[in-house]
């Protein structure tokens, strides 16, 4: 895999010119803002539900499901590169396929994702977390919390990363305690370093891991978000593929790390039965450290989470508009902010909807099932548009065995995925037809596939 630097003054101000939106996103913001996505709601949740699965070995899926996630990573490394545009996955798909519905279908999958997750993270933000803390109803909760996410994503794209900084830097803090109070249990004699290795008895290893992976690679899904704020990043070929496998890896060994301390800590069992994993290991380190801590800790990782969801879909949507396939006042910016207002209050809007009628489970597995949709089409594109050599130029390229070994992987992943939950995302993926059909009707979509993309940008 290889990537060359191009940077020169006239490339920078061509870049600026070729996008109404701030070049404010700089290497350092990038990586903190992939890293923070990733490391999210789901390890503090899901680390359990892993151990159930494979065993005291939780940190062997953890790894597989890291190398799951670099393949498909890989193909957005050298799209987005190749085509650095706000639309992600929509932009891929237009170019590769050159059907406005296959484009559009790609985008609001992705889209759909996006606020479905935001939607299922306030809920998760306004559950038992939150009620250790300040006993309030959860729907209201909930709500108010997407409101105050919509209006720091309208303040600015610098804002928002500025305070994602923050809260990434909590969610590891957290992350990195629970390794440090492992090592505090073993120091004094105490924890078994041996569950490490030991997997499901009911069944083989391999089956134990492989049943596990594909629920730790959740934990691993996020890095797909940064494909839409790319029109925002500064020499956004020489940064984006370092901080997109840099943030991976860094959530990978930190994902690892914790896998090996849960277990070493806590019999698998007791993870298996709580809905609070990482509180188990402070329970029984009981070295003074509050589990009130943990639930605030859990509090940030959720919003920062929902923060970044909802920065992706408010891009995507003004992609998408930009673009012809959604209503064009999707596409207004604030003249000050330069940040898509109506695209911001579109999405959170939906995704009140959504936290008002939905459930946590039911709105995590529909995420899953649509973001594997448009990985598969982003792997897919990244082989067809080897033809486009019009933006041939210095970008990242990735050998031609990634994407395919990343197709194989998405088709694995959805054979696991419940009747119910096909039925549900095929449900809003009826609803973006008629979106789509009636938005072609009054003259938005337009057949243009292949604008162009200053060189520089």
Avoid at 87 to 103: E, N
């Amino acid at each position: 895999m290889t990537v060359e630097k191009t940077r020169d003054d006239d490339g920078a101000r061509a870049q600026d010119a070729s996008t109404p939106l701030r070049r404010a996103i700089t290497a350092p913001l990038l990586f903190v803002f992939i890293l923070g996505d990733v490391l999210g709601a789901g390890i503090y949740a899901l680390v359990g539900e892993i151990a159930g699965d494979v065993g005291g070995a939780v940190w062997v899926p953890m790894l597989l499901a890291l190398v799951m996630a670099l393949l498909t990573a890989a193909s957005y490394a050298e799209l987005v590169t190749k085509y650095p545009r706000a639309g992600g996955a929509a932009v891929f798909a237009r170019r590769a396929y050159r059907a406005p519905i296959v484009s559009f279908l790609v985008g609001f999958c992705m889209l759909a994702a996006g606020v479905t997750s935001a939607a299922g993270l306030a809920l998760a933000f306004a559950g038992d977390y939150l009620t250790a803390i300040l006993d309030v109803p959860a729907t209201p909760a909930a709500l108010v919390f997407l409101l105050v996410v919509g209006l720091l994503n309208a303040r600015g794209i610098q804002e928002s990363l500025r305070a994602n900084v923050v809260m990434t830097i909590v969610e590891v803090s957290g992350l990195v305690l629970v390794v440090v109070l492992a090592g505090v249990v073993l120091g004094r004699g105490d924890g078994d370093a041996g569950r490490v290795l030991q997997f499901d008895s009911s069944t083989t290893p391999a089956l134990a891991v492989l049943g596990a992976a594909l629920l730790a690679f959740y934990s691993f899904v996020g890095f797909e978000t940064s494909a839409n704020i790319a029109e925002e990043v500064r020499d956004v070929r020489r940064v984006y593929p370092r901080a997109l496998f840099g943030a991976l890896l860094t959530a990978g060994l930190v994902y690892v790390l914790v896998g090996l301390a849960v277990s070493v800590v806590a019999p698998t069992d007791r993870l298996a039965a709580s809905s609070g994993p990482l509180l188990e290991v402070v329970s029984i380190a009981d070295v003074g450290v509050p589990p009130r801590l943990f639930s605030i800790i859990a509090l940030v990782a959720v919003a920062n989470g929902a923060l970044l969801t909802m920065i992706m879909a408010s891009r995507l949507t003004f992609g998408m508009s930009r673009d012809g396939l959604l209503p064009s006042a999707l596409a207004r910016v604030l003249p000050r902010r330069r940040t898509p207002w109506v695209a911001i209050v579109a999405t959170t809007a939906v995704a009140m909807i959504l936290a008002a009628t939905g459930t946590v489970a039911a709105l995590a597995e529909t995420v899953v099932l649509l973001l594997l949709v448009v990985f598969i089409s982003t792997n897919l594109a990244v082989l067809v548009l080897r033809r486009d050599r019009g933006h041939d130029g210095d970008h990242f390229r990735t050998p031609t065995v990634v994407p395919i070994l990343a197709l194989g992987t998405c088709v694995v992943l959805l054979t696991q995925q419940s009747a119910s939950t096909w039925l549900r995302a095929g449900v809003m993926l009826l609803v973006g037809i008629a979106l789509y059909a009636l938005t072609r009707l009054f003259g938005g979509t337009r057949d243009v596939v292949d604008e162009t993309v200053s060189p520089a940008a």
